[in-house]
């Protein structure tokens, strides 16, 4: 996709998640268009009908500051919206990335793992699970090297029964998806994606149309685990220097809380079957068996560090 289509089609989905009530225009008539007409937002810019038709329709190139400040006003958007718009109307030179498997450093690698009562893991720049700990994995395998966070989110049923306010989760992957894409529009790994879930998922397909974005991610996130029962858990997230976008992830509870107390047991759950996978010389460190003790769970989250299937 051009990257003048991009803005045009990014102006096109904020116009139309206007109301004219929203902006003080009066609603005369049947409207045959949901939220703004492209002339009404022209006004409300203090541009000329024909330029705006020409930036949605991605045949103005570039927009000075002053126009898109005065659109960014006009459409209600707030600063991040505002600075994602400024980066669709300048969008960097393509380069092309070279065809190689992301890695997590092994230094963080080996770091995390010397962890065993935080959960830890190190996120890709496409949203990809790149490195982690023992603990997170045990805390649900959607944080198991190799899945795709977004990915995860639409597509994986184990998901949807475990973690807590599901669709405020989805709502949150696709803006953050929208946010790191920025102006990147023509990167292969992430138009893969997109157009995977586009045709996977209709509430992504929704979601993924009103072109919201989120660059800060949440601070906090529900899960219900089947070993050791209810946790909410604040996440903390560190920037790489030396990689390209990568993220150190971090998770720990409120002090005193039962939260605290249930991640202490699947700790020491963890780290007992550690040892007994050690003095059993069977299991490495990669493939660590587990039977629930619980009716009705499964050994799925705690059956492997780092290849545990999504299957439920």
Same mark, same amino acid.
């Given at each position: 996709m051009p990257s003048s289509t991009a803005l045009g089609e990014y102006l096109r989905a904020r116009r139309e998640l206007v109301r004219p009530e929203d902006v003080d225009l009066p609603t005369v008539g049947r409207r045959r268009v949901p939220g703004l007409r492209r002339e009404e937002l022209a006004v409300l810019a203090g541009i000329s009908s024909d330029y705006y038709l020409r930036l949605e329709q991605g045949r103005d190139h570039r927009p000075s500051e002053q126009v898109i400040d005065a659109l960014a006003r006009a459409l209600r958007l707030d600063a991040e919206a505002a600075a994602h718009l400024h980066a669709l109307s300048r969008p960097p030179p393509s380069r092309p990335r070279p065809e190689e498997t992301e890695r997590a450093p092994a230094s963080i690698e080996r770091l995390i793992a010397l962890w065993p009562n935080t959960p830890a893991y190190v996120q890709g720049r496409h949203l990809d699970v790149l490195a982690a700990n023992a603990l997170v994995t045990a805390l649900s395998p959607v944080f198991t090297p190799g899945v795709n966070l977004v990915r995860a989110v639409f597509l994986d049923p184990e998901l949807r029964r475990s973690f807590r306010d599901r669709e405020g989760l989805a709502y949150t992957a696709a803006a953050r998806l929208r946010a790191l894409m920025g102006p990147n529009v023509d990167d292969p790994r992430l138009v893969?994606? +997109? &157009? @995977?879930?586009s045709v996977r998922s209709d509430e992504f397909r929704r979601l993924w149309a009103r072109h919201d974005i989120q660059v800060r991610a949440p601070h906090s996130f529900g899960l219900n685990h089947p070993l050791v029962g209810p946790l909410e858990l604040t996440l903390e997230r560190f920037a790489m220097i030396?990689? @390209?976008?990568? +993220?150190? +992830? +971090?998770?720990? =509870? @409120? =002090? &005193?809380?039962?939260? @605290?107390r249930a991640l202490s047991l699947l700790a020491a759950i963890v780290a007992g079957e550690d040892r007994g996978n050690s003095q059993e010389g069977g299991a490495g460190p990669c493939e660590r068996r587990v039977t629930p003790s619980l009716p009705g769970t499964t050994g799925l989250w705690l059956s492997s560090r780092r290849g545990a299937t999504l299957a439920p």
């Open positions: 893969e994606l +997109v &157009g @995977e879930l030396g990689t @390209e976008a990568q +993220v150190l +992830v +971090v998770q720990h =509870p @409120e =002090p &005193g809380s039962s939260s @605290e």
